[in-house]
Nanobody, 124 residues
Framework: QVQLVESGGGLVQAGGSLRLSCVLS????????MGWFRQAQGKEREFVAS????????YYANSVKGRFTISRDDAKNTVYLQMNSLKYEDTAVYYC?????????????????WGQGTQVTVSS
């Protein structure tokens, strides 16, 4: 059974950095396009970043472009989200998602598996 486990969340001051990790178990991550989404309290889930199965293509929400970087290490079955210059409005639960498509982009229903999430809190 495919499982996704996120880690790396925590409390950070505005302007700081965090790196989230998502480990996929049960299958090889190289079979999946991967994405990160987030959900702030009282708000709907929103897309953050995605990376194609090959790793050649990445896509970012405008709100994080230039600050966040998604990457993958297939040898470690892991996908990362490097978050720099964090803002208070980045506070949310961050979810990792996996899609059997070669590229899934920002469309939530294109993803087949979801992690449980990791909390990121940015203090102003």
């Amino acid at each position: 059974q495919v499982q996704l486990v996120e880690s790396g969340g925590g409390l950070v001051q505005a302007g700081g950095s965090l790196r989230l990790s998502c480990v996929l178990s049960g299958r090889t991550v190289s079979n999946y396009a991967m994405g990160w989404f987030r959900q702030a309290q009282g708000k709907e889930r929103e897309f953050v970043a995605s990376i194609s199965r090959s790793g050649d293509s990445t896509y970012y929400a405008n709100s994080v472009k230039g600050r966040f970087t998604i990457s993958r290490d297939d040898a470690k079955n892991t996908v990362y989200l490097q978050m720099n210059s964090l803002k208070y409005e980045d506070t949310a639960v961050y979810y990792c998602a996996a899609s059997l498509r070669s590229y899934a982009g920002s469309i939530g229903f294109a993803y087949d598996r979801w992690g449980q999430g990791t909390q990121v809190t940015v203090s102003s």
